[in-house]
């Protein structure tokens, strides 16, 4: 059974950051295209940043410069570090992996505000 478990968000002032984390159980961690997308309220879901197997990483416009998203294959771990955080990153940030089918994780919520 596969599983994705993110954890890391909350509250944070505009200019702050903070760091999500997804483990992941059940499949080839090595080969899963990873990533992460955001849903704000009223909007579609959308994909915030990838990264395939062999470390190619892209980002939303939007993030470019101030989130990266890396992986550390022994601990079967996703993460994506958010830094000048901005009130329009506000959003439930889910896990997203690719091997075999597709598979996203509950959720974690992301606040910017003052």
């Known amino acids: 059974q596969v599983q994705l478990v993110e954890s890391g968000g909350g509250l944070v002032q505009p200019g702050g950051s903070l760091r999500l984390s997804c483990e992941v159980s059940?499949?080839?961690?090595?080969?899963?295209?990873m990533a992460w997308f955001r849903q704000a309220p009223g909007r579609e879901r959308e994909l915030v940043a990838r990264?395939?197997?062999?470390?190619?990483?892209n980002y939303a416009d939007s993030v470019k410069g101030r989130f990266t998203i890396s992986r550390d294959n022994a601990k079967n771990t996703l993460y994506l570090q958010m830094n000048t955080l901005k009130a329009e990153d506000t959003a439930v940030y889910y896990c997203?992996?690719?091997?075999?089918?597709?598979?996203w994780g509950q959720g974690t919520q992301v606040t910017v505000s003052s």
């Open positions: 997203n992996a690719n091997w075999g089918g597709t598979y």
């Open positions: 990264t395939v197997s062999g470390g190619v990483t």
């Open positions: 059940g499949l080839l961690f090595d080969f899963a295209t």
